[in-house]
């Protein structure tokens, strides 16, 4: 049993054909506190703990994905480089701070709109007609792992709403932006800090940040998440190399992937070759 309540996300490093797809996980959880045989809600799907493995900080654990399961959750799901959302399983005496969840996934929704209300997004998702009987309006619904609570239902179709501008399908544009130069840069200038390789980000600063509006993210996430995908399964790998070639290699990837995005947010920006210079001469 799980809470709906993500303790973290890790990424998906390998996929072996073993009948069944022995998929490898990277997570920051201790692997010596992961028992064989636990579950792990992944991306709210109820998982066990065939292998492991790492250091905490820098673990991965391996789970077996059946044909059953593949079939019943979102195709892209299962790909090397793909983010999930992760929960260990919940222990007698642990707080229920979601509410109580299975990890037994009923259906595949789909996002039809996203709209920003206030600080806050509400996403409109389209549900099987089967399922849709069962979700009342201030009930609690799990998606993609995450606890949340139906804001409104109309006939085939729910609404929730999330804190902040990192919703559900937007985390990966989201994540590209906050790993850019642009944002290091502008971050910089409100907040400059003397002898640090990064600027020091506050919380309620994050809002100065001139983030697209939400018709525009749904863009931002199309072009940067590809970039952030190959991030993910690129930086493992690099932790991992063992020899002096292959670390150059996958740096050599790491750095070539980072200027990509970089460029593609100068583009979504506008910026001119001017100002990019600016940027790159501050960040």
Not at 41 to 63: R, Y
Not at 245 to 268: F, G, H, K, P
Request: charge should be negative; aromatic fraction near 6%; hydrophobic fraction near 45%.
């Amino acid at each position: 049993m799980f809470t709906g309540i993500v303790t973290e996300i890790g990424n998906i490093l390998a996929i072996e054909d073993m009948g069944d797809r022995r998929v490898t996980i990277s997570c920051a959880m201790d692997p010596a506190k992961i028992a064989i045989g636990a579950s792990i809600a992944c991306s709210g799907v109820c998982l066990t703990v065939v292998d492991k493995g790492g250091v905490a900080g820098e673990g991965w654990f391996a789970v077996d994905v059946s044909g059953e399961t593949v079939k019943r959750t979102a195709p892209e799901r299962w790909t090397v480089g793909a983010p999930l959302n992760l929960e260990p399983a919940l222990r007698l005496g642990d707080e229920l701070g979601g509410h109580i969840v299975t990890g037994h996934v009923d259906a595949v929704g789909e996002v039809v709109s996203v709209k920003q209300v206030g600080a806050s997004w509400q996403y409109v998702v389209s549900a099987p007609r089967e399922l849709a009987p069962y979700i009342a309006a201030k009930g609690s619904i799990t998606v993609d792992g995450v606890s949340l609570t139906v804001n409104e239902v109309a006939g085939g179709r729910f609404a929730v709403i999330t804190l902040g501008a990192c919703g559900l399908v937007l985390l990966r544009g989201l994540t590209g932006l906050l790993n850019s130069r642009l944002l290091t840069w502008f971050f910089r200038a409100i907040q400059p800090r003397v002898g640090k390789v990064f600027a020091e980000l506050k919380i309620n600063q994050l809002h100065q940040f001139p983030l697209p509006s939400a018709d525009q993210f749904e863009a931002v996430n199309r072009r940067l998440g590809p970039g952030v995908d190959k991030m993910l399964a690129l930086v493992p790998k690099l932790r991992a190399a063992r020899s002096e070639s292959e670390r150059a290699t996958l740096q050599n990837a790491v750095t070539a992937t980072d200027q990509q995005m970089d460029a593609l947010v100068y583009e979504l920006y506008g910026l001119t070759p001017e100002e990019i210079q600016l940027v790159e001469g501050g960040a």
